[in-house]
């Protein structure tokens, strides 16, 4: 998933940028701030490790941490056990697949041209500033890959071909955001994609991992409501950028449907969540799974900046907010399901 591009002042490539050549001289590289204005941030060096970060986006990992405690939570909740080391290898399977993604999302955006209007409104793409060439970060993306089966591989020996099958289909739409002849970023589905790997395969394909039997409908609710605020985060991106987009041939949600339609998206992906809230309660047969409801406000507070926010950078400072929302969300959840186990 995208966590922000550059506003087109930041954008100071190099002449073999687009062609992956590697810069040799430091990009001066604003840094953002939570308006929209900015401020002179220091170079950051060709291959350096502020480069790496800056391509891995390492904030939008909330959204590949949170589901899987979610899942592990809700498991131990239901069955009082839980194998920790299991844990620990879904959860690096899971941030190592966001990594794919953001990877993917960087070199590809930056090989299909998006670059060349120099309209973006957020976070820079490295390989676009000749930080980073296109084949140091298809090593790193093959790396990854690597990464995910060696991590993926005693998962799939204990549970089998269900693990198998998600494995494949996870690290495959990663690829696929950015890549190939038609990316999923440049259809109105990504939204719909994000709602699918990052809420229902990430916690009830954890919950299934864990357990290995049949995965319950409370899991499936919560599932279905990480999915949406994972959902809400691309909603932001998508919104900042339908004019960017639309230049681009991207054909995205709002691009498709207008930003009306993008509003009424967030909307309900921001409410959907703490609607499902007393229906996982009762569920569960506890009310500290009601927990959840201690973030509304802060929905509530994002859904408002979100009407009346400015085009722009002010989305930027929107997008991370509802990352935290999300990480904020499952970790009353979580603390909800853990609090039943333990004083039951």
């Not at 900042?240 to 339609?261: I, L, N, S, W």
Request: proline fraction near 7%.
């Amino acid at each position: 998933m995208r966590d922000g591009e550059a506003p087109p002042r930041l954008r100071r490539r190099a002449p073999n940028a687009w062609r992956g050549g590697l810069v040799m001289q430091s990009v001066p590289v604003p840094a953002l701030s939570t308006s929209s204005a900015t401020h002179d941030a220091p170079a950051i060096a060709p291959g350096s490790l502020a480069a790496w970060i800056m391509a891995l986006r390492l904030r939008s990992l909330l959204i590949a941490i949170s589901p899987v405690l979610v899942a592990a939570a809700l498991v131990w909740q239901r069955t009082g056990r839980l194998d920790g080391g299991m844990v620990v290898l879904i959860l690096a399977a899971s941030i190592v697949i966001q990594v794919i993604t953001n990877l993917q999302n960087d070199v590809g955006y930056t090989l299909r041209g998006g670059e060349r209007s120099r309209t973006r409104t957020g976070l820079p793409r490295a390989t676009a500033l000749g930080l980073l060439t296109t084949r140091q970060v298809h090593l790193a993306i093959a790396l990854a890959i690597a990464a995910a089966v060696v991590l993926g591989l005693p998962l799939v020996v204990a549970r089998g071909w269900p693990v198998l099958a998600m494995g494949i289909a996870s690290i495959v739409a990663a690829l696929a955001y950015m890549g190939g002849p038609r990316p999923i970023a440049y259809t109105p589905f990504g939204e719909l994609v994000v709602f699918v790997f990052f809420g229902l395969i990430a916690v009830a394909g954890a919950d299934y991992t864990l357990t290995g039997g049949p995965v319950p409908a409370l899991t499936w609710l919560a599932a279905s409501a990480m999915g949406a605020l994972a959902a809400a985060a691309l909603v932001v991106n998508n919104h900042r950028d339908v004019e960017h987009d639309a230049g681009v041939g991207r054909r995205t949600f709002p691009v498709v449907c207008g930003v009306g339609a993008s509003h009424a998206l967030y909307l309900a992906s921001m409410l959907l969540p703490f609607a499902l809230v007393p229906a996982l309660a009762w569920l569960a047969g506890t009310p500290w799974l009601l927990l959840p409801l201690l973030s509304l406000p802060v929905a509530l507070r994002l859904l408002q900046d979100f009407r009346g926010a400015p085009p722009g950078l002010a989305f930027n400072a929107l997008l991370f907010r509802t990352f935290k929302l999300e990480l904020a969300y499952a970790a009353l959840l979580s603390a909800g399901a853990i609090l039943a186990r333990a004083l039951e």
